[in-house]
């Protein structure tokens, strides 16, 4: 495979994944403002923006439930907004038009006419719930189509790939904000009582709360929920599920392109996934959290090296070997 068709699977899928990522980080925010004061609401947009790696807003932003939508829904200027995401999409995949199928296209191009046809206006007096809904949908749909419509082959395995990084960099950048906090929180005032909503709010974020409920029942745990969404097999937005659809993934992508030995990328994957399989949760809760997710990042980012290097802007001298 062309090593352009590669990057522009790879970054389209990437660039979706992150798009449902915030509709569903902004959305349970939104939410939650029911059951909020002023002040604890205000926190919570501050990690939102963290967690998404978004630059803060300017001092003459005001962090608001409308300001911080806006920033992350519809101002083009920040390239991991939805709507810079939906777009930055649709440009890979309008590049590598003859590779994807026409359902993915006719998909992809009309989530991205809807996103573009809404302004702020049309959703904040309407009902931004159902707006941020269509978006997630809309690429759930587009995940589905690919699945079914797309030749398991090379060029499939490179958007898995994307996905699932990108899923694990989204998902450990969010638990670590949200445990630093709690973790430094209790270490101020540690009789205080748990915040509940905040530790639902969490799992829903992950769209794991339903999930989370059939393996602990209803019993909310800060080590339980870290054990669930760090270190579940089972679980689709787990970092260890995560891990092992990224090394299937890139295991078959070596096989298609007749590599006998496992390449940086395969390795550094086995070696995350190995921690995740193995790690006692108990001994990740009592050590540094912090370190232990911000290493996972670190980890993820030289996974997206590794694979740029061996597929993508690779050397001539080795496409020269290779043949």
């Known amino acids: 495979m062309l090593s352009r068709v590669a990057d522009s699977l790879y ?3 990437r660039y979706l994944e992150r798009a449902e ?11 939650q403002m029911l059951d909020q004061t002023n002040l604890d609401a205000n ?3 501050d990690r939102l923006l963290s967690s998404l790696r978004m630059p803060a807003l300017t001092d003459e932003e005001e962090v608001d439930a409308y300001s911080v939508t806006q920033s992350l829904t519809f101002n083009m200027e920040h390239t991991s907004s939805i709507v810079s995401c939906i777009e930055a999409a649709r440009e890979n995949a309008r590049q590598v038009r003859e590779q994807i199928s026409s359902e993915m296209w006719e998909q992809l191009n009309r989530l991205y006419l809807h996103v573009r046809g809404t302004t702020m206006e049309d959703i904040w007096y309407a009902e931004p719930h159902k707006f941020l809904s269509s978006v997630k949908e809309g690429v759930h749909l587009f995940q589905g ?3 079914a419509t797309m030749t398991h082959s090379e060029g499939w395995h490179f958007i898995r790939v994307g996905r699932f990084l990108e899923r694990m960099v989204a998902t450990a950048a969010l638990l670590d904000i949200h445990f630093t906090a709690f973790l430094e929180e209790q270490g101020q005032y540690y009789n ?5 909503l905040s530790w639902v709010g969490l799992l829903r974020s992950c769209s794991a709360f339903e999930a989370y409920c059939k393996v602990y029942t209803a019993a909310i745990r800060p080590a339980n929920i870290a054990e669930f969404l760090l270190l579940n097999a089972e679980f689709p937005r787990s970092l260890r599920f995560s891990a092992t659809m990224m090394q299937n993934a890139l295991q078959a992508i070596a096989k298609s392109t007749n590599t006998r030995s496992p390449g940086r990328a395969e390795r ?3 070696r995350l996934r190995a921690g995740l399989d193995y790690d006692p949760i108990e001994e990740v809760i009592s050590g540094n959290m912090h370190v232990y997710l911000d290493n996972i990042q670190r980890q993820c980012a030289q996974i997206h090296n590794a694979v740029y290097q061996a597929y993508i802007v690779y050397p001539i001298e080795t496409a020269i070997a290779a043949r």
């Open 11 to 13: 970054w389209m899928s």
């Open 21 to 31: 990522h915030t509709a569903r980080l902004v959305d349970v925010n939104l939410t």
């Open 43 to 45: 926190q919570r947009w």
């Open 145 to 147: 189509i690919t699945d």
């Open 192 to 196: 205080e009582p748990l915040d509940y």
């Open 268 to 270: 550094l994957v086995g």
